[in-house]
């Protein structure tokens, strides 16, 4: 991506980290759940997996590449892990490093671009996660896959959670999922967020190909 996409691509996400939808994400209400229950930051099944790669996380190394709001990171460093998180948007790094002093989070916050991790040491974490919505700016697939492989430990793991955009508009009347109906909580063209900037729609084979190229070992879990 050359430097003038670059810079666009910072000023809007510098932009929307002020957004109301980012916002409602910084509540005392939702960082203090988070604190408390670490697992309320993913998604059941993504819980799951990390559950089973690490059955203790207390004192592992942890770099979250594209962090956005950060819940996840709050959530490692609940856990005990020693937690960098990289974002390419400063804004966000600096509301995030406002609730890390007052959760009292020991949490390293780097601005980096995901597709080069520059000022990240190779072979130095023993688990890498990234979350929905780190593809979507991305123009560099393989760059990024190739980089998240290199920070990594030898036999370390990497974990992405994403959703397809048809999930947008579904929801369950209380938030959980369990044995519930599925209600439509606003017609897709009316999900968010929404802002005019650069976007990358990306294919299954092209997410596939470039992990397969980068040296990562595959395997995928799914749940509706």
């Not at 203090?32 to 004192?59: C, Q, Y």
Request: include cysteine.
């Amino acid at each position: 991506m050359s430097n003038d996409r670059i810079k666009k691509v910072i000023e809007e996400w510098n932009e929307t980290a002020d957004s109301d939808w980012y916002m409602s994400d910084r509540t005392d209400e939702v960082i203090t759940s988070i604190v408390n229950d670490p697992s309320t930051a993913f998604h059941r099944t993504t819980w799951e997996m990390i559950k089973a790669a690490f059955s203790d996380l207390k004192g592992k190394k942890i770099c979250v590449p594209s962090s956005g709001d950060n819940k996840a990171v709050f959530a490692f460093a609940a856990l005990g892990a020693n937690v960098v998180s990289c974002d390419i948007c400063e804004r966000q790094l600096q509301h995030a490093q406002r609730i890390a002093n007052k959760y009292n989070l020991d949490i390293e916050f780097i601005v980096q671009n995901t597709m080069e991790l520059t000022d990240i040491k190779s072979g130095e974490f023993d688990f890498v996660y990234t979350s929905e919505g780190v593809h979507v700016w991305i123009n560099d697939l393989p760059s990024m896959y190739k980089n998240i492989f290199r920070i990594l430990k030898k036999g370390g793991m990497y974990i992405n959670f994403e959703i397809h955009p048809f999930g947008r508009p579904f929801a369950y009347d209380d938030e959980k999922p369990m044995d519930k109906k599925i209600v439509i909580r606003k017609t897709y063209d009316e999900t968010g967020p929404f802002f005019n900037g650069i976007e990358h729609h990306w294919r299954m084979q092209d997410l596939l190909n470039a992990i397969s190229s980068s040296g990562l070992y595959k395997s995928f879990r799914g749940n509706a």
